[in-house]
């Protein structure tokens, strides 16, 4: 009797194998198709799909020899780095959870993190490892390994053709099921202390099926990945969806806008994502003109709100270039509307529509009622790419939920096409004289005038009318002697009057995330 191939496994566990996915085994997947097409380029160094796919199971067992068994957390904190990118899939493929950390935070901010999630071992950049170490005897962190050491190893074991095979062979790559989480998010915290979503592969498969034709995103957009890894939309909106498609993608470490122009024109990149924190001053950047941007067919915004004024000034420069308002959070993957670029002649200021993973609803957010079209309520999400709940934290979880539906926290109106407009985060509403008033719709009145670079409105406390309307600008270079009544004045013929800004204070620059983000928690 011929038994070759017979196992002793079950059938029903064979079926169970074979239909068995994840992140690193969709990449895997895609590699093996792609083979010698470039996947991702970062400074002088490229790497095929071939390659940096074996790299991701070369780093893989680098995590599994310091210890990590499946199901353990392990931090990643730098900026952006071909390494950052091989370590996400090798989490996946070694069957850990992979925690991003901001690179910009210190001490017990950082300390937090690493305790909440409960990792134990962190790659870090070089240039942040002594920062790590002042906090890893306090913690229960083992391994802190800097990224240039881990690079190393993987480039050697690349070059050795015996000790990758060696590699290769062993069993249990790929193991994790779509129900294994893939991935502690840890939200901004711009309200709140971090909180780490869960994010299952199962969650961030589904959100890049969704994704890819929101966005109309094809194998040959030749896109560029400027923004920090560390968050999820450079991460889970971009450079994943992008090499699940088999592009080719160039990644900055950093956000520069003078090198952002430069690798437009020198590699003829075709598709662009910037927080509008990047997008505002790369429009008044002077290098802008002298660059050939002629390639650039995709622009996409998201993370914060891009003002209108600043959008339509792009557009209007550059009509070639299809822009994408990327609206959601972190809870969702984080994707979760998109206006296209034909929609917004219609409606500038809309966040578009849900993708088709995503199913919303607008409700008051006290009694979870239907609120009608043009009326202000919560919106609400059901995903198979939602989050499966905070870290360690059940009362929180239990208070993001009402009947079944997450609860974002964003106030929004829905139209009548199935549209939302953001009208401001609710913790964000001012109340002043009782009367609510939306931080958004004061600052694009404010950033019409022609001095004004940035500007975030809060309410600051007031003993009469409970909080005062509050603008707090910076100004554009050169201009140095703008008074605060002329841009009031000006506001005037925007707002009604218990919108106008009571104050205005001029500092030079606003506190924000490494994500973009305001901090206007700082502000208040």
Known sequence: MNTTGMSTISIDDQIRISQRNSVSLQFARVAETQRDKIALKYQDRSWTYTSLNHAVTVAAARLRALGLQSGDRFAVMGKNSDTFVVLFLAASRAGLVHVPINFALTGPELQYLVADSAATTIIVDDEYADTVREIATS??????????????HIQTVLADDKA??????????????????????????????????????R????HYNGTIPALDMTGDDNPMVPMPL????????????????????????????????????????????LAPTVWVPLSQHPDL??????????????????PVTVLQRLREQYPAIGFYNCFGQSEMSPLCTVLRPEEHDERPASAGRPTSTVQLRVVDPSTGEHVGTGVPGEVQYRSPQLFSGYWNKTEQTEEAFMDGWFRS??????????????????KDVINTGGVLVASREVEDAVYRHEAVAEV?????????????????????????????DEIRDLTRQYLARHKVPGHIEFVTELPRNQSGKLLKRELK
Do not use: C
Request: charged share 25%; glycine share 8%; net charge negative.
């Open 139 to 152: 913690s229960e962190l083992e391994h802190v390994v800097e990224m240039s050491d881990m690079l190393d």
């Open 164 to 201: 990758l095979a060696e590699i290769l062979e062993q069993d249990g790559w790929d193991g994790a099921e779509e129900t294994d989480l893939a991935q502690l998010l840890y939200t901004s915290g711009t309200t709140s202390a971090p909180k780490g979503a869960m994010l299952t592969h």
């Open 203 to 206: 969650a961030l498969l589904s």
């Open 230 to 273: 560390y968050h999820s939309a450079a991460m889970h909106v971009f450079t994943l969806p992008y090499l699940m498609l088999g592009a080719t993608i160039r990644l900055l470490r950093i956000p520069d806008i003078a090198e952002i122009l430069r690798y437009i024109e020198a590699e003829q990149i075709g598709s662009l994502f």
């Open 289 to 306: 003109a002298n660059r050939d941007l002629s390639t650039l067919k995709k622009a996409q915004y998201g993370a914060s709100i891009m």
């Open 409 to 426: 926290g964003d106030l929004v109106v829905l139209d009548e096409g199935g549209y939302i407009e953001v009208v401001d985060r609710i």
């Open 456 to 484: 975030a409105v809060v309410g600051r406390d007031h003993e009469k009318w409970i909080e005062q309307v509050t603008a707090v600008v910076v100004l554009k270079d050169g201009y140095t002697d703008v008074a605060a």
